[in-house]
């Protein structure tokens, strides 16, 4: 039981900086992104070929795999974000799940078919703590997720930059009335977001072989946690994820280690009969 | 009317001997699976214009439905002794059964909402089949489906399956067209142009919703049987996600909300990795460009395109139509502007601007 509950926290954390990042761009320029994955893959990717390829230490790769970040996310603003900005629902899923097709197969080309992976942030071996065996890298995962929690917390809460992100997200037109640079504050979201999806994309690396579906696949389960937790909400974002996640480890240990990917889907149905908004969902009234 | 006449009824003739030569020119029995490839997509997407063309709500079940059919006659005609046509039979029947009970719930859901729910419907759909092994036979698929028959005849070669599927493929596409004039298919329209509008006018709308997922479902349970029945095989690796992906991508690329750009988005994107071939390893890059650039800069779709392209320049210069007369009464504004100019000019008098913020807002929403 506790040995399933530290697994799951782990990999729901991991959720949780997925679905932040899938989030993040949806609720300030409303755009669903599919693509969203890639970011993942990317991170992990970059890491492999950093880390294991290039033998860097884990912590010079980490950097620069977040510098590699940053300009993906600018890459996305430019190329991905503009021309989509007011283009409907639909197109956008389409569009960019092209997009997503593209980066995998540019993926492919550059990295190959074969799966990699990345060694652990810290000892390979489990330490025991209270008759539960854990791996220094799931410690490592809790920390650096509390890490960014608070950090984004403060971003938003307490620096003028944070404001101007609310502020553009609730209305960009009144925001840019205001005096704010919207185009700059979009472009920083982008990069939070592309910051996010390849810290999650570094530390899922070790946990699973890396392949280029790996992104896709990430997505999914953001998606899932974020329309848990309520679509649009950063709360919901992050509880949704740790919410996945313990119900994936709990429902391969105690059900089926094969059925557990389609409970968890099956689950998420059920909630949302009964939470159509998720739970932390904005009940707000149909617009007219 | 007359001019049009004469000009549908050779160009009708002539897509009919086509259709019907086909086969003969393809050499290879490479060439005729593609053909047949070709009608089954168009009975999905056709199926599928209903719920995310017509009604206009973003599903991502189709390839879940199709997924069942083909399982559906695949188990029955391997296991039991039934035959072709009650294979296609019954997957219409569960498919159709299946549809509109995911429909009920999930279509009280909206937007991403909605997205999600169907993802994980049609990822449930893929998980089972690669888990259950008694039943589906695991990742390793169902082979020796038997093809077709009707009543002794056996559709073995690559031509008669083709026609057999050819004739499928029409009916569906005049039940689609038919449908389409008959009270649901207004309503479908009417959701997706104000749901709160067709809601408010009596109409019920989760009702008319749960009826076009069960139409698609349907279809796509039709086009499951030709799936499993022609190939012979099937696999959860056939119902993956980028199934999903492909469907959509043919009805948007084709032009969604219109039965001619269902099927001609799916003739041309089963066709597409033929013409790519050359491309080789880069062919998956080249089809996700090609989906981000067409929906970015064809939204209505290549038939949308052709109809425009149609009216605006070949109808009147080219062939030398005129256009049509104009009709009787041209509204100024559209029914909301009217109604919110009604609501305000009760209680201000101040001068309604020609677009209210409230409908503007509106437009620009998600």
């Not at chain 2, 035959?83 to 498919?95: K, Q």
């Not at chain 2, 605006?312 to 100024?332: E, G, H, M, Q, W």
Request: aromatic share 12%.
């Amino acid at each position: 039981m506790g040995q399933l509950l530290v697994s799951g926290f782990a990999i729901g954390c991991i959720y949780a900086l997925t679905s932040l990042g899938f989030v993040i761009t949806f609720k300030s320029v409303g755009i669903l992104n599919f693509a969203y994955g890639e970011m993942v893959m990317l991170g992990a990717f970059f890491a492999t070929t950093l880390v294991v390829s290039l033998k860097m230490p884990l912590i010079l790769g980490l950097l620069l795999v977040m510098i590699a970040m940053v300009g993906v996310g600018i890459v996305f603003a430019f190329g991905v974000y503009r021309p989509l900005r007011n283009k409907p629902v639909r197109t956008v899923v389409i569009a960019t799940i092209g997009v997503s097709i593209a980066l995998q197969a540019l993926a492919l080309i550059i990295w190959g078919p074969y799966p990699r992976s990345l060694p652990t942030l810290g000892a390979p071996e489990p330490i025991n703590v209270f008759g539960v065996s854990i791996l220094p890298h799931n410690l490592y995962i809790f920390g650096i997720t509390i890490a960014v929690m608070v950090l984004l917390w403060l971003l938003y809460a307490k620096t003028s930059i944070g404001w101007k992100m609310q502020a553009v997200a609730q209305d960009a037109e009144a925001a840019r009335l205001m005096g704010i640079n919207v185009d700059f504050i979009i472009i920083t979201t982008w990069v939070l977001s592309a910051l996010l999806g390849g810290l999650a994309g570094f530390l899922l690396a070790p946990l699973f072989f890396i392949t280029i579906t790996v992104g896709f696949a990430a997505m999914l389960k953001a998606f899932a946690a974020c329309i848990i937790g309520g679509f649009g909400s950063f709360p919901g974002a992050i509880v949704g994820g740790l919410f996945v996640g313990l119900a994936e480890s709990l429902l391969a240990g105690y059900v089926s280690t094969a059925y557990k990917d389609a409970l968890t889907f099956a689950l998420l149905i059920v909630i949302l009969l009964f939470l159509p908004q998720g739970l932390f969902g904005e009940k707000i009234g149909e617009k007219v | 009317m007359r001019q049009r006449k004469a000009f549908l009824v050779p160009s009708l003739g002539a897509g009919v001997f086509l259709l019907a030569v086909l086969p003969l020119l393809m050499t290879s029995d490479y060439w005729k699976q593609l053909l047949i490839q070709a009608l089954i997509y168009i009975v999905i997407v056709v199926g599928y214009n209903f719920v995310t063309g017509d009604v206009g709500q973003l599903s991502m079940a189709q390839q879940g439905f199709f997924a069942i059919g083909a399982y559906t006659t695949a188990i029955l005609t391997t296991t039991t002794a039934w035959p072709w046509w009650a294979g296609l039979v019954a997957s219409i029947v569960v498919t159709g059964f299946v549809g509109a009970i995911v429909g009920i719930p999930t279509l009280k859901v909206r937007g991403q909402y909605l997205i999600m729910v169907t993802m994980a419907f049609s990822e449930i759909m893929r998980l089972v089949a690669v888990n259950w092994y008694g039943l589906t036979g695991g990742a390793g698929g169902i082979t020796k489906i038997p093809a077709p028959s009707i009543a002794g005849m056996h559709f073995t070669s690559k031509t008669a399956i083709y026609y057999l599927f050819l004739g499928m493929a029409i009916i569906m596409i005049l039940v689609a067209w038919r449908v389409r004039r008959t009270k649901y298919g207004r309503a479908f329209l009417a959701i997706r142009d104000g749901e709160l509008a067709a809601d408010v006018m009596g109409l019920n709308t989760t009702y008319v919703k749960v009826v076009a997922f069960f139409l698609s479902a349907v279809f796509a349970g039709v086009g499951g049987n030709m799936f499993a029945s022609s190939f012979g095989y099937i696999s959860p690796d056939t119902f993956g996600l980028s199934q999903t992906v492909l469907i959509l991508a043919m009805l948007l690329i084709g032009g969604e909300g219109s039965i001619a750009g269902a099927v001609v988005g799916a003739i041309i994107l089963t066709y597409l990795p033929e013409l790519l071939r050359f491309a080789a390893g880069y062919y998956m890059l080249i089809y996700g460009a090609l989906i981000l650039l067409i929906t970015l800069f064809l939204p209505g779709g290549v038939v949308g395109y052709a109809k425009k392209l149609w009216h605006t320049t070949l109808a009147p210069r080219v062939f030398k139509i005129p256009p049509p007369p104009p009709s009787v009464y041209t509204p100024k504004y559209d029914a909301r502007d009217l109604m919110m100019e009604a609501l305000s000019s009760r209680s201000s008098f101040t001068k309604v601007p020609k677009r209210s913020k409230a409908v503007a807002a509106d437009e620009g929403e998600v």
